[in-house]
């Protein structure tokens, strides 16, 4: 019953920056953590950025750290991954997700998610 629908994704030269938005609906009771995935050809996806709902606390992946900042909507069911700095090795799909509750994974209900591509 949850869906994502990802956006903001597009081309961007290295150095550049993009906002990517995500809209978690459905009959969401909760959430408690809110996060961007990426996956790149030929790789696993990976976890980028996550947010707790209830202390705002943030994690970051390596190699996004001081670039990327996932930020959160409470009130709009909506999370964002304001991406600086961008590398053509940050080309990848991008999805979000949600935990509903500490008590439970990621859901295993996928968006479409949004293309982010870095070339010159």
């Known amino acids: 019953q949850v869906r994502l629908v990802e956006s903001g994704g597009g081309l961007v030269q290295p150095g550049g920056s993009l906002r990517l938005s995500c809209v978690a609906s459905g009959n969401i009771f909760s959430i408690f953590a809110m996060g961007w995935f990426r996956q790149a050809p030929g790789k696993e996806r990976e976890l980028v950025a996550t947010i707790f709902s209830g202390s705002g606390n943030t994690v970051y992946t390596d190699s996004v750290k001081g670039r990327f900042t996932i930020s959160r909507d409470n009130a709009k069911n909506t999370a964002y991954l304001q991406m600086n700095s961008l590398k053509p090795e940050d080309t990848a799909v991008y999805y979000c997700?949600?935990?509903?509750?500490?008590?439970?994974?990621?859901?295993?209900?996928w968006g479409q998610g949004t293309q982010v591509t870095v070339s010159s």
């Open positions: 997700n949600i935990r509903i509750a500490i008590t439970t994974n990621w859901s295993p209900s």
